[in-house]
């Protein structure tokens, strides 16, 4: 039943590349209103930061041969040494990445950045990798958050981008099954394009939508805004293909089975160290007939989580579930900029601000919304109409462009994710906020909202906003150690989405013990026996 489809999307599909020192479309960037300008000055001071205009890459250490072989697998267009590309693929768009960029740091710049157009090529590239003894850093979106695009050199002969953009196709669809094939490195609204075409959809929405990709998505064990109606990207994932240094891996051959442990489960996740995915498989939906966002107002934070709770318990989920803290709430009412989750709304004043989604049928929709709306208030909860959720869903993605503005004045903005369970929500809140407000001292916002619910717990996403000073990077790093330490101390994830990466690889042994790790290098030593792919990534 799969019906294969025509080649590779319209050019004009294609995002522009986002700046090496900021995030995503120049042209989309809002820019801090005056209004939201002098709330900053007020709040945190006026001490702008250009970014250095000068920067100097090291130079590229490919070897001349090297060159020509990778020019013989690839053709000479798919390969660059030039300084301009070799920036664009230095590292990720963490706030220390871009801090590092702004400053002229560009140490971790690869030697070449290679464009492979099918999964062949990436299985060539590999063999010569493993061959030659060079680090293949698979770049999907460049929206890494934990280092993941920091190749360690050690004593390999270079490292190389390998930059995804070249499979950008969507391969099939089966419209029988709902499913879809999608090359790795289309970016989300490509995909949600390709597939809009067929009438259908994915519905993975993060907060970097606008660039990340299917495959880091898949190689990263995404979360979007739409997870708790559709599912994690992980859940969404029913087939993979993965180009490795030993060989291919299909897997997804069933919805379910029972034939020995779930192997897709092994490179979901895995971050470039395992393979290179370079197809996945995905459920995909109807596109749904109506969205309705709205938002409601709670006393405290804890009330609207024990609501969220009793939702998520109760399978009455709905598409969009997310709730602002008290600090978070406050500051979206007070600051047109919207710092963190992006919401303004017409609120009560104190309390914390919920907003609930729901996309569907329309007979689905308001069955949901009806028996959504009687927990709520049952619970306390205070209806705020639409004109919230409108709000929240106009500025879902305007966060990272705000960062850059407060970057530019002097402010570090920085945010970080773990989960839990619902038992042990209060005690990582408090926790982890005291961790940072202890590090980072007077004048410092800490500001959280819980991003995505589990019949069995949550996540909490930390926005923290706070002077820079003159170094901000030397700042942020011991709070961020801080929070990380408070988080394994209450015995919850090091990340709910956003991966190990490098960043994360200090704490992974807390939550999955040392055998757990001895087990991942087990796996790496079998897959990459000679220790190239993303070296320095995900395993201790
Ligand atoms: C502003 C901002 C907001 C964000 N919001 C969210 C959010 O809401 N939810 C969320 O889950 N994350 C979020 N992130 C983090 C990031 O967007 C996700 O981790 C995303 O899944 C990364 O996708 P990417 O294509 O950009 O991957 P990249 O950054 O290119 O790569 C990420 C890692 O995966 C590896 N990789 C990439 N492609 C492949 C492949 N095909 N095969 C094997 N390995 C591969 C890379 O080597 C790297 O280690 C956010 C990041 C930013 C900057």
């Not at 999307?9 to 801090?32: F, I, K, Y």
């Not at 293909?241 to 895995?270: K, N």
């Not at 079998?526 to 190239?532: F, H, I, K, N, T």
């Amino acid at each position: 039943m799969e019906r294969p489809l025509p080649a590779a999307p319209s050019p004009e599909r294609h995002q522009p590349e986002m700046p090496p020192t900021r995030w995503g479309d120049p042209d989309h960037a809002p820019g801090l209103g005056e209004s939201a300008r002098a709330l900053v000055e007020l709040a945190f001071g006026l001490h702008p930061r250009p970014a250095a205009a000068e920067v100097e890459l090291p130079p590229s250490r490919l070897a001349p041969a090297h060159r020509e072989q990778l020019e013989a697998l690839l053709g000479p267009d798919a390969v660059r040494t030039d300084d301009a590309v070799r920036r664009l693929r230095t590292r990720g768009k963490s706030t220390p990445d871009l801090l590092r960029q702004r400053e002229g740091d560009l140490d971790d710049a690869p030697d070449v950045v290679v464009r492979p157009g099918d999964h062949d090529q990436v299985q060539q590239v590999l063999a010569w990798a493993t061959r030659e003894r060079v680090a293949v850093v698979p770049f999907g979106g460049g929206t890494s958050v934990t280092g993941g695009l920091v190749a360690h050199r050690g004593d390999l002969a270079g490292v190389v981008s390998l930059d995804l953009g070249g499979l950008r196709r969507l391969i099939a669809v089966d419209p029988v099954a709902s499913t879809a094939t999608l090359e790795p490195g289309l970016r989300g609204p490509e995909a949600e394009a390709l597939l809009a075409e067929h009438g259908l959809m994915l519905g993975h929405y993060p907060q970097s939508f606008e660039y990340a990709s299917i495959g880091g998505f898949a190689a990263t064990r995404s979360s979007g805004q739409s997870s708790a109606g559709y599912g994690r990207f992980d859940a969404l994932v029913v087939g993979l293909r993965v180009a490795t240094p030993v060989g291919e891996v299909r897997l997804g051959t069933a919805p379910a089975d029972a034939a020995g442990p779930d192997l897709r489960q092994l490179f979901l996740g895995s971050e470039g160290a395992f393979g290179v995915i370079t197809e996945v498989t995905v459920r995909v939906r109807p596109l749904p007939q109506v969205r309705v966002y709205e938002g409601w107002h709670w006393p405290d934070f804890t009330t609207g989580a024990e609501a969220m709770r009793a939702l998520a318990q109760s399978d009455l989920l709905p598409t969009v579930l997310r709730l602002s803290d008290e600090s978070e709430t406050a500051i979206n009412l007070a600051d047109p900029g919207r710092v963190g989750a992006g919401q303004e709304a017409a609120a009560p004043s104190g309390g914390c601000l919920m907003i609930v989604g729901l996309e569907g049928t329309e007979a689905a929709v308001a069955a949901k919304r009806a028996a959504v709306r009687d927990v709520l208030e049952a619970m306390g909860g205070t209806p705020l109409g639409e004109g919230p959720g409108a709000a929240w869903a106009e500025g879902r993605f305007a966060g990272p462009y705000l960062r850059d503005d407060l970057l530019d004045v002097g402010v570090l903005v920085e945010t970080l994710e773990t989960a839990t369970f619902w038992s042990n929500r209060e005690r990582l809140y408090r926790d982890v906020r005291a961790a940072l407000e202890a590090e980072l001292g007077e004048g410092t916002l800490v500001l959280c909202h819980i991003s995505h619910v589990y019949p069995t717990g949550c996540s909490l996403y930390f926005t923290v906003a706070t002077p820079g000073g003159g170094d901000p990077l030397a700042r942020w790093l011991p709070a961020k150690a801080a929070a990380s330490e408070a988080i394994v101390r209450a015995g919850a994830s090091i990340t709910h989405h956003h991966a190990v990466g490098t960043d994360h690889r200090p704490w992974l042994a807390a939550g999955i013990g040392e055998v757990g790790v001895e087990v991942l290098r087990a796996v790496k030593a079998r897959l990459d026996p000679a220790g190239v792919l993303n070296p320095g990534v995900l395993i201790p």
